[in-house]
């Protein structure tokens, strides 16, 4: 038996084994970055950060206004606790909506 044809031979066997793992590595934006493309980024990508800078601009503006608009400390204070209760109820609705979309897009995929 030739040592030398067998230690190839194994030596082919474990860089086969390697080149395998590689191209298994390989993701989809990994070629489209070799050609010098991406994927486009999904729409709701897109859309969450324009929703979050209009809601921090409307609660920021509904604040100011607040404060600017004339009336007594106690029913200020009491029409922005009234606000900052709707608003968390409206978040904690919204966020409850978008995962069960979430969960059914999963779910039928």
Known sequence: MNFTKTALAFGSAIGVQELLKA?????VNDVLGV??????PSTLAQFL???ALI?????????????????SGTKLRARLSD????????LSDSIGQFETSRAQRHSIS
């Not at 191209?23 to 993701?27: E, F, L, T």
């Not at 809601?55 to 009336?71: D, H, N």
């Open 23 to 27: 191209i298994q590595r390989v993701s």
């Open 35 to 40: 050609a010098g493309l991406e994927r486009k």
């Open 49 to 51: 950060p324009a929703a």
């Open 55 to 71: 809601t921090v601009s409307a609660a920021v503006g509904a604040a100011i206004a607040l404060l600017v608009a004339p009336s």
């Open 83 to 90: 606000g900052i209760d709707e608003a968390k109820h409206k």
